[in-house]
């Protein structure tokens, strides 16, 4: 030791140029005044001397607009922050720490270590994990959607069959159809296609394809549908219960996140009971928060209303020590308890995005549960139960509808013509065109697909807009080609409805753009 201590400043130097960290010793004004022989392997080689050099010179050119020294300056404690710079090409763990002298600060200690493999490496096992969730759910769908054909497929052909009146294999002659019959297959029917849809949603909300929309929703159907389709992925050695209560509140909120926030939940409930036999247990209810019950919360909320969603498993559990990093990105704690990956970083982001609360109790081979308090809302827009098709809105204008899926050029225009509309059926961008121009019918609205061969929707309704700036353009998207609402205002599309249409949402949404238009 003594030894050590005699050396002074050429011990010292050694010391620092030892270390595996790029360190610099900055002045107040950010100025290098010492360099370790790891900051200058980590430099381009053009930087033959650094000294002298404001730290960003080195590192981005420019002044950081997330410089860390910043923080040091105004906090007076150390800070560290994950940085690209796109000039070394690198990914950098920057930590910055304050140098004082009598209390004084005189300058700074700049350390930057290269994670560049360590992202790589992260963002491979991202997409080696989702192709992991991908074959997983395929499984899931599959069965769904055979079950959701089989519904379709079925109803259809005992229609055939009743209508036919024919003697079937046995000689029995198919029972005459009544009314109340048609109407029962027809609306087994409907709800398979519902089904399918909400399905369709599911995957669109796990490949990250659907765009954020909050507003006024009962969170009841979402758990429900989600519950769905978590007990055809969740294995067969963990039971799934849900008491899911009927008569909530509105949240303020968007359905595709409460369906992220709950699929991830459940992910990381299946991950803690891993191989052996285990329940989750997923509850909503209301809840009415005071100071005098809030001592049972392991965080802080403000008295009020809340919506609660949790889930309770009888995995591994956590310690305090473990609690307290679940939403870091990728921490795991190594012996397979806890490897949050990206699921629970994702799902404190979205309870922050929507002013919401997770409540968090666990005890090492106790489970664990998690309940996110959402703040419950009084007020919202009233929707409409009556679904009847007689009480559909109706018009008497000239429609062109354009799709190339002929199927549905066929059905939309046998819709719009039984709301009293003309529909002049269009294949294509082209043949929209051409019926604009020939003038032998007046047209009054358009109404288009967006994916379309040789003419997208939004190139289509361009085109209309220097023929005729007024016509009215309603814009139709299947997520083949992701258009969003506000994209396609930008473009003069009038109104934008997602596939698959509701014939009462089309025939509303018919009516308000001609509404609008002839106030304008």
């Known amino acids: 030791m003594d030894e050590l201590r005699s050396g002074g400043s050429e011990t010292w130097q050694h010391i620092f140029d030892a270390l595996?960290?790029?360190?610099?010793?900055?002045?107040?004004?950010?100025?290098?005044?010492?360099?370790?022989?790891?900051?200058?392997?980590?430099?381009?080689s053009t930087y033959t001397e650094i000294i002298g050099h404001k730290c960003y010179e080195l590192f981005a050119c420019l002044e950081c607009q997330d410089c860390p020294l910043e923080h040091v300056r105004n906090k007076g404690d150390s800070y560290?922050?994950?940085?690209?710079?796109?000039?070394?090409?690198?990914?950098?763990?920057?930590?910055?720490?304050?140098?004082?002298?009598?209390?004084?600060?005189?300058?700074?200690?700049h350390s930057a270590l290269d994670i560049t493999q360590q992202r790589?490496?992260?963002?491979?096992?991202?997409?080696?994990?989702?192709?992991?969730?991908?074959?997983?759910?395929?499984?899931?769908?599959?069965?769904?959607?055979?079950?959701?054909?089989?519904?379709?497929?079925?109803n259809a052909d005992l229609l055939q069959y009743r209508l036919s009146g024919d003697v079937g294999q046995m000689g029995v002659m198919a029972p005459e159809l009544e009314k109340v019959d048609i109407q029962e297959h027809l609306l087994a029917i409907q709800k398979a296609g519902q089904r399918a849809e909400d399905l369709v949603n599911q995957i669109l909300t796990f490949s990250r394809q659907t765009s954020t929309s909050r507003r006024d929703v009962i969170i009841t159907p979402i758990i429900k549908e989600t519950v769905k389709f978590l007990k055809s992925t969740v294995p067969a050695t963990i039971e799934l219960r849900a008491e899911i209560a009927e008569d909530v509140g509105y949240?303020?909120?968007?359905?595709?996140?409460?369906?992220?926030?709950?699929?991830?939940?459940?992910?990381?409930?299946?991950?803690?009971?891993?191989?052996?036999?285990?329940?989750?247990?997923?509850?909503?209810?209301?809840?009415?928060?005071?100071?005098?019950?809030?001592?049972?919360?392991?965080?802080?909320?403000?008295?009020?209303?809340?919506?609660?969603?949790?889930?309770?498993?009888?995995?591994?559990?956590?310690?305090?020590?473990?609690?307290?990093?679940?939403?870091?990105?990728?921490?795991?704690?190594?012996?397979?308890?806890v490897d949050s990956g990206l699921g629970l970083a994702v799902l404190h982001g979205i309870a922050t995005q929507h002013n919401a609360t997770i409540d968090v109790h666990s005890e090492p081979g106790k489970g664990a549960e998690f309940a996110i308090y959402f703040p419950?809302?009084?007020?919202?827009?009233?929707?409409?139960?009556?679904?009847?098709?007689?009480?559909?809105?109706?018009?008497?204008?000239?429609l062109i509808f354009a799709d190339d899926e002929e199927e549905l050029v066929k059905m939309f225009s046998e819709m719009l013509e039984y709301l009293g509309y003309t529909v002049l059926p269009a294949a294509s961008g082209q043949e929209v065109l051409a019926h604009i121009k020939n003038k032998l019918h007046k047209i009054d609205m358009v109404i288009t697909d967006q994916t379309m061969p040789h003419m997208t929707g939004l190139e289509l309704a361009r085109a209309i807009k220097k023929l005729q700036a007024n016509l009215p353009v309603i814009l139709c998207s299947g997520y083949a080609?992701?258009?969003?609402?506000?994209?396609?205002?930008?473009?003069?599309?009038?109104?934008?409805?997602?596939?698959?249409?509701d014939m009462k949402d089309l025939a509303v949404t018919i009516r308000q753009v001609f509404l609008l238009n002839s106030t304008q």
């Not at 560290?80 to 930590?95: A, F, H, I, N, P």
């Not at 080609?481 to 249409?501: D, H, M, Y």
């Open 20 to 44: 595996v960290e790029s360190v610099l010793i900055l002045n107040k004004d950010k100025e290098v005044v010492e360099a370790n022989r790891a900051a200058y392997a980590l430099l381009p």
């Open 251 to 337: 949240i303020y909120a968007d359905p595709t996140q409460i369906h992220q926030a709950l699929m991830n939940l459940c992910t990381n409930a299946v991950e803690a009971i891993g191989d052996q036999h285990g329940v989750i247990e997923i509850t909503v209810k209301e809840k009415k928060v005071t100071s005098a019950g809030a001592e049972t919360l392991s965080q802080h909320l403000q008295n009020g209303e809340y919506i609660v969603l949790s889930v309770k498993d009888t995995g591994v559990g956590m310690s305090e020590e473990v609690l307290e990093r679940i939403y870091d990105p990728f921490f795991t704690t190594g012996d397979g308890g």
């Open 481 to 501: 080609e992701p258009v969003t609402e506000e994209s396609a205002r930008k473009e003069g599309i009038n109104a934008f409805l997602a596939k698959p249409i």
């Open 80 to 109: 560290s922050l994950d940085m690209e710079r796109s000039l070394l090409g690198k990914y950098l763990r920057v930590t910055c720490a304050p140098l004082f002298k009598n209390d004084v600060l005189v300058g700074y200690i």
């Open 376 to 398: 419950k809302v009084n007020t919202f827009k009233e929707k409409g139960t009556n679904n009847a098709v007689a009480t559909m809105l109706k018009g008497s204008e000239t």
């Open 120 to 154: 790589n490496l992260k963002n491979q096992l991202v997409q080696a994990r989702k192709m992991d969730a991908i074959s997983t759910l395929a499984g899931g769908i599959a069965h769904d959607f055979n079950n959701i054909l089989g519904v379709i497929l079925g």
